[in-house]
């Protein structure tokens, strides 16, 4: 070998020895210079599934993607395999070997400083017609020796390997496998296909296998090739095997007409008809569904399929399976970003692995079980139903009776978004596999580029693919109320606003009823909303067979509290009364408990020491740094609260206040339990003096009243002015014309648009104020001493505030 051999020889990089043994050569390096040996050839599997063509590929020999010589037994990729998946193995195999084979050689060229003949420019080369009738185990071995054996030859050959000039990637190999395999599931419908003319309805939920199926079906089900017209070009019959459509987008309303049109006359042909999409009930024409279309579902990715992507591509075997948890977050372009010829399958799965944790819900999240969950017993109680009832469900009993759709309405950080996964988990208890999928309106919104056709395909992806998911499947849609209320909507992008709600109503009827043509649409399908205030939700999607179940989840009370912290505590500070962090925490959130919790901890750790007491209380009540007539006026503001409250009402064991600065909040008063409450005048006369007792006494005991009661919504003159609106324009309990219907009670905007709804209600709050002045100056030696107690202990319950009263009224 000439020295300019021995160089080339020797910079090859050892990766090529793998893909050239795949082939069939054996390869060693002795000193400086590699010669081929005579490997041994392995019996090649008999059967019809296993038949070999001449051109293709020998599996047995090449299956473990190492030398033949080291092993002589079938390839396990293989086993289980129908013909057509085999067939479409064997291909997909031929063309990434023959890739990596032509970019070896160019890898080589490059080093050398020799460019190719067709001047490097990356074209595909045209395989001359000796190479193409030699099989790729020939092929490889002729190029193999041409290169590394041949002494006399002085110059390498002046083309690259024949075959494919870009490299086979995972998607297509993913696509092209499920199809094959589903076909082999279905072998009724291919020989439909091929004798007789159905309409074969292909579902393929995820975008980007889409696009891979509708550019790789007919090479897979029809290898040896068919003439297809396409509706919407359609031609002479004669001239034409088959029909196809394909729609990667839901069909127009605009369009319906001359869609329909189009799709009668395909189907008037005669012809065998395919039409893939990402759901047939969305985007295929009506007069399609009616003709009793064979209605397919492509098989979700795997961990066999993403293992056999890796054995293709990268030439050698995938030696660890994903678990199948794992496998199904994959998409078909996290494939594409993890499988690449270049990369060892060890680094392929390495970069597989890091891209589903990005999609793990954190443990701290996924690990809570419905019974963990406090504060929201009546939504924890409708979760525990739907789990018993799909437990029935798979034992035969019709989905009709499962009550499978609700809203969540609460503040934040009070659990809604956390009761899903907590769902998913007690599921999994119950031995059911529960797939959840998330939504939110903002999701939708970030599409593209905010466009409303980016906006509706986005939201049609998403819920093509949710229903393509193994049933039972959780659709949890977060920030319903993003989809505003139609009726109210006065700006200029009303339009916009009214088209998404549709869309939304659109894909939601798709669920809970079906759609012409396929019955079982909402079968296995949970339908879950949330949101911070219903009050702004379009009322059409919270109707019967929508989101009809509202569950309002409000602030946890003490016990609650406590079970919150208990949970997140661990096992920490068993023996310790949380009693009176729980009381300071009042007003608090779960989202609140779990902040509290992290920072109690983190102070412990930076001490060095196990958790105290202390440390939570630290940061429920952190050391006071308002001044003290800051102080003082928080403390009468609350006392005025919590005294009108236990006067109005009675209940006290229900009713807490406190002084601790807990984020924005300078201090709170809460009821736990609502007491009774029969909609009248005077009921709501009470709840008004409640409201505003906190600024009557600011005013009755400091000069004036300061801001603390307003400002934001929630704010207590927030909270007077809705229900004063509401009494005078909507529930006939004040004003002048009772029984006049203004608006709807929530739309304070709209009731308060009207000049005598605004002065009624104000002269309602002034009535209101005038007699909590009164009843809070009678009572005027009570709310200074509650103003003492909060100011030293910094809270008070309410039956602190009734021992109070009784004790001032003997001695009055």
């Known amino acids: 070998m000439t020295p300019e051999r021995q160089r080339l020889a020797t910079s090859l990089p050892l990766r090529v020895v793998g893909d050239l043994d795949a082939a069939g050569v054996g390869l060693q390096v002795v000193g400086h210079r590699r010669r081929t040996t005579p490997t041994q050839t392995s019996t090649e599997p008999k059967g019809d599934d296993l038949t070999m063509s001449p051109t293709l590929p020998k599996i047995a020999a090449e299956s473990d993607g190492v030398a033949a010589s080291d092993d002589t037994t079938p390839s396990k990729d293989v086993a289980g395999m129908g013909p057509l998946e085999l067939e479409v193995y064997r291909d997909d195999w031929r063309d990434a070997a023959q890739f990596r084979l032509r970019a070896t050689f160019l890898k080589a060229m490059k080093r050398r400083g020799t460019p190719p003949k067709n001047g490097g420019k990356g074209r595909r080369m045209a395989p001359s017609t000796a190479s193409d009738r030699l099989s790729f185990s020939q092929l490889s071995r002729r190029h193999a020796i041409e290169l590394l054996d041949n002494d006399e030859v002085e110059t390498l050959p002046d083309r690259p390997a024949p075959g494919p000039a870009y490299p086979v990637t995972a998607v297509k190999v993913a696509a092209r496998l499920l199809l094959a395999r589903l076909f082999d599931g279905r072998k009724d419908a ?155 399958p060890e680094e392929c799965l390495a970069q597989l692995k890091r891209l589903v944790g990005l999609k793990r819900v954190p443990a701290s999240v996924r690990d809570i079980s419905l019974d963990d969950l406090h504060g929201m017993s009546e939504a924890v109680s409708w979760a525990k139903s739907v789990i018993t009832d799909l437990k029935m469900w798979k034992a035969g009993m019709p989905w009709s009776a499962i009550d499978a759709g609700a809203c969540l309405e609460g503040p934040p950080g009070v659990g809604k978004t956390t009761l899903p996964m907590a769902m998913q988990r007690s599921a999994a208890e119950e031995g059911i596999k529960l797939e959840v999928a998330s939504c939110s309106h903002s999701q939708f919104q970030g599409a593209g580029e905010g466009h409303l056709g980016h906006f509706l395909r986005e939201m049609t992806n998403f819920f093509a693919s949710a229903r393509a998911k193994p049933r039972p499947v959780l659709v949890f849609i977060d920030e319903c109320d993003s989809f505003a209320d139609r009726s109210k909507l006065r700006h200029s992008h009303a339009d916009y606003v009214t088209a998404c709600v549709n869309g939304l109503i659109s894909e939601l009827d798709g669920i809970s009823s ?70 300071l925490s009042l007003g608090s959130t779960g989202a609140d408990v779990e902040r509290i919790v992290k920072d109690a ?50 209940a ?16 709170a008063t809460v009821r736990t339990k609502s007491p009774p409450f029969a909609g009248t005048y005077s009921d709501y006369r009470l709840r008004l003096e409640t409201l505003i007792a906190g600024r009557t006494a600011e005013s009755l005991l400091l000069p004036e009243h300061s801001h603390g009661s307003g400002g934001r919504r929630g704010s207590d003159l927030h909270l007077l002015t809705t229900t004063a609106a509401a009494m005078v324009g909507s529930l006939g309990l004040a004003g002048p014309a009772p029984l006049l219907f203004f608006g709807p009670l929530d739309d304070t905007e709209e009731l308060m648009s009207y000049p005598e709804v605004r002065r009624a209600a104000h002269e309602e709050l002034q009535k209101a104020a005038e007699s909590c002045l009164a009843k809070l100056t009678a009572h005027r030696p009570v709310l200074e001493e509650i103003v003492k107690i909060l100011l030293q202990a910094r809270r008070i319950d309410g039956l602190a505030v009734a021992d109070l009263l009784a004790r001032w009224r003997i001695r009055s």
């Open 190 to 344: 291919l020989d439909r296909l091929k004798l007789a003319a159905p309409v074969v309805a292909i579902d393929v939920a995820e975008r980007d296998l889409l696009q891979a199926v509708i550019g790789n079906w007919q090479k897979v089900l029809f290898p040896d090739g068919v003439r297809v017209m396409h509706t919407g070009n359609l031609g002479r019959r004669e001239d034409f095997d088959m029909v196809s459509l394909t729609m990667t987008q839901p069909r127009k309303t605009k369009d319906t007409s001359e869609f329909e049109k189009e799709a009668l006359s395909a189907l008037c042909l005669g012809l065998p008809f395919v039409a893939i999409t990402p759901d047939a009930e969305t985007h295929l024409p009506a007069v399609l569904l009616k003709s009793a279309p064979i209605r397919l579902v492509l098989p979700s990715i795997d961990a066999r399929i993403v293992a056999l992507a890796i054995r293709i591509v990268t030439g050698k075997p995938c030696r660890e399976l994903l678990e199948e948890d794992a496998a199904r977050l994959l998409t078909a372009t996290d494939l594409s970003i993890g499988i690449r010829f270049d990369r060892s």
């Open 514 to 583: 079906g759609r012409e043509g396929a019955t079982s649409s909402r079968e296995g399908l949970i339908l879950l909303g949330a949101s911070n205030d219903l009050s702004r939700c379009d009322p059409a999607i919270l109707r019967s067979g929508r989101l009809n179940r509202i569950i309002r989840i409000g602030l946890p009370d003490l016990n609650d509290l406590e079970k919150m912290y208990r949970f997140r505590l661990g096992g920490r500070l068993v023996h310790d009364d949380l009693q009176e962090i729980c009381m």
């Open 601 to 650: 901890l983190r102070i412990a750790r930076h001490a060095s020491r196990d958790l105290m007491l202390s440390d939570l209380r630290a940061v429920v009540s952190p050391e006071e740094d308002r001044d003290f007539d800051t102080q003082r006026r928080v403390a009468i503001h609350e006392a005025g609260h919590i005294l009108m409250d236990v006067l109005n009402f009675g």
């Open 652 to 667: 006290p064991e229900s009713v807490f206040a406190n002084i601790a600065p807990v984020g924005q909040r300078g201090g």
